[in-house]
Nanobody, 125 residues
């Protein structure tokens, strides 16, 4: 099982970045794919997730309206489009997945056994 993330980097506040998460060794269908982040000195937190079988999504309150998670089934890839970035969005970002449906109404770290290596996002003011 291997997830490959790409798209991190540095951006000024108000800017945009797009992450992609590819691979896993499993078909994209019927997986819960999530994006998480961990700022220095803080716990890892859920950002957004998508249930690939039906395309249902969830975004945490801190990013709702600014971040959008989507999928490309043909490419077995999940994307996280991040807009209107703020300095408090600075963190290491990870994608992860679990087989089967997502937990309703949340994106919980402990639900996800398979993780990517992470990619850094730095937002300067």
């Amino acid at each position: 099982v291997q997830l490959v993330e790409s798209g991190g980097g540095s951006v000024q506040a108000g800017g945009s970045l797009t992450f992609s998460c590819a691979g896993s060794g499993y078909p994209l269908s019927n997986k819960c794919m999530g994006w998480f982040r961990q700022a220095s000195g803080k716990e890892r937190e859920g950002v957004a997730r998508i249930y690939t079988a039906i395309g249902s999504t969830y975004a945490a309150d801190a990013v709702k309206g600014r971040f959008n998670i989507s999928q490309d089934a043909a490419e077995d890839t999940v994307y996280l489009q991040m807009n209107s970035l703020k300095p408090e969005d600075t963190a290491m970002y990870y994608c992860a997945f679990r087989l089967g449906a997502c937990r309703a109404g949340t994106v919980f770290v402990r639900d996800f056994p398979h993780w990517g290596q992470g990619t850094q996002v730095t937002v300067s003011s």
